[in-house]
């Protein structure tokens, strides 16, 4: 489907607007990086620990900051992930830097304590059901169940323990405000449930997940991601340098290496964390960006084969046109379904998305704008010289017009 025919637009007559805005936002996005002291890190980079916990309640982040800062070492933050679909949750990094690997283990600890002093509604002893595992209460009915006088075999124990708690995360999100919620799962009666209240409590929050990253691991995640990227790039130049010419691969590398600096530029100036997920969206962005400037030098190349005395520039342009409809088809649906992601996937990918929303935007006007201006002005460069070439004194001289070479390899 083309969704435009026989187009005519001076796109390469209109570069030093893109270019100029692509040297500010990169001007911008290094200049927040070095102010700020580097990049914003997720717990994937970084060292400490991160932990994902609901509450029964809108979670309240000031008294959780300050009861994690009162017992936890190093710097702490709390990040409200509510919206999206996900309710009453929040995130609780504690950033420890050149603390050992054991530390890190008791930081975890430490916050696992903070969140049941302030907000576990301790009574007498009893369990937390809301963030007892399967052994501990196994364990803590074991003996009561006994004494109550229900008959139960280990085996039933054990599956008792687990429909409970498969209940318990799979229906209400690994938490409960009411023992009664629990009452109509199979192999339950008076007796289990009067036990269960005798011998556990409810209370206000339920860790979900929790992930514990040293100074090691951080390390080497962030080599890893710097040399991912590189690597990416690097194989992207041999392959187009191969295809067409080294100019083509250079300017198709500088345009992708251009998306990535004022994406993460646009992370820095935004204050939004680097992570894994980030680093797979940039890499996708990569090769987003380089399969759109291919097509479009691609285009060229057949172009050049019936337009030997056309100025490169006319061709260029042609083939902008040639390709829009395709351009747009392709970006435009992208970005639809990625703008969406942003808006309605929540805090979680917030990161993710975000770097695609950039990344589709630049990517998409640096294929035009960044490429294929680089590519002109290496030619035009390169053929002054022939251009200005001695000039004969004798008044009947011959005037010889040779055609111009194609900057482009022939199709393998």
Known sequence: MELFKNTNYDFLGKK????????????AGLTSVLVKGGLKY???????????????YPPPDNKIRQAMLQQVKGEVSVQDLSGGGVTNEVEIVT?????????????????????????????SGKLDLNNASRESLANRLRGPLAAAGVAMSEDQLQALVTNLLGEIN?????????????????????GIMNTLRQECYLSDFHVMGAQMVGPKVGKELRQKAVLATLYALAGMLAY??????????????????????????????????????????????????????????????????????????????????????????????????????????????????????????????????????????????????????PVSSGPSAPRVETARKSPIKAAK
């Open 42 to 56: 997720g717990i994937d980079f970084k060292e400490g620990a991160l932990m994902q916990v609901k509450f029964a």
């Open 16 to 27: 030093w607007p893109f270019i100029i805005a692509s040297l500010v936002l990169s001007v």
């Open 170 to 190: 799979t229906k209400h999100s690994g938490l409960i405000t009411d023992f009664n919620q629990v009452a109509s799962i199979a192999g339950m009666n008076a």
């Open 240 to 389: 187009i340098a191969f295809r067409f010419e080294w100019i083509y691969g250079l300017g198709a590398v500088i345009a992708c290496f251009h998306d990535t600096l004022i994406t993460i530029g646009l992370f820095s100036l935004f204050n939004k964390e680097i992570s894994m997920t980030v680093i797979a969206a940039l890499l996708t962005l990569v090769g987003y960006s380089m399969n759109d400037t291919i097509v479009i030098f691609d285009r060229i190349r057949e172009n050049l084969k019936f337009s030997h005395r056309e100025p490169l520039e006319a061709v260029m342009n042609r083939a902008v046109n040639q390709t829009l409809s395709r351009t747009i088809m392709t970006s435009g649906l992208t970005f639809l379904t990625v703008i969406a992601l942003f808006i309605w996937g929540g805090p979680v990918l917030g990161g993710f998305s975000f770097a695609l929303v950039c990344g589709i935007i630049v990517g998409t006007y640096s294929s035009v704008f960044v490429a294929s201006p680089i590519v002109l002005f290496w030619h035009n460069y390169t053929d002054k010289p022939k251009r200005s070439g």
């Open 95 to 123: 950033e420890a830097k050149g603390q050992a690997e054991g530390q890190l283990a008791a930081n975890r600890q430490d916050m696992e304590r903070v969140l049941t002093a302030t907000f576990g509604k301790s009574d």
